[in-house]
Every structure is written in C-alpha cells, then in structure tokens.
C-alpha cells in the first residue's frame, strides 16, 4: 500500500478525517513556507543565514512545530522574496 492510499483509507475514518481537517490549516501554512523557500532556491540553511538565526528554527517553522508570530512570518517570506498578505475565506462549515 502507498502513502496515498494509506491516506485515504485513514480518512475514511470520521474522527480521523475530523483531526485531519482541524489541522488542515497548519499543515497549508507549513506547505507554503516551504514553497516560498524553495522558489527562492535556498536552502534551510540558507535561509537561516539571512535570519540570523539557526537551522533548526527553519526546520521547525517548516515542521508546524511552533507557533510563529506575524512578524516572524513577514521576515520569512521577505527572506524569500514574497509579501505576505492575509485572504480570508468562509469557513467550510459555512459553505
């Protein structure tokens, strides 16, 4: 069995399926850390050089592993070349 299906068979269960979508959130902005790292072309550590800071931040930013701040996020994507901007969207319950 691969990731994918494996993924899919675990959703099937609804308490699963109901965690996975409360932490859907981190997992995008997790993704979009990444994302924006790896458009720029830099690495973690890179990275962290234009932070002054140490690789194992990036890495647990990137890991959802924290809780960072606004302005925390604004320096990251300024590292990387992006404005950061905030687009709200209606709840899915609300759909």
Known sequence: MNLKALKEQALQNSEVNAE???????F????????MR???GLTQEELAQRLHTQ?????RLERGDSNPGWKTLQRYAQACGF?????????K???
């Open 38 to 40: 790896q458009r720029a």
């Open 55 to 59: 690789k194992s931040n990036i890495s």
């Open 20 to 26: 996975y979508e409360r932490l859907a959130p981190e």
């Open 93 to 95: 319950a609300a759909v």
């Open 83 to 91: 404005d950061l901007s905030v687009l709200p969207r209606p709840h």
């Open 28 to 35: 995008e902005l997790a993704n979009t850390l990444i994302s």
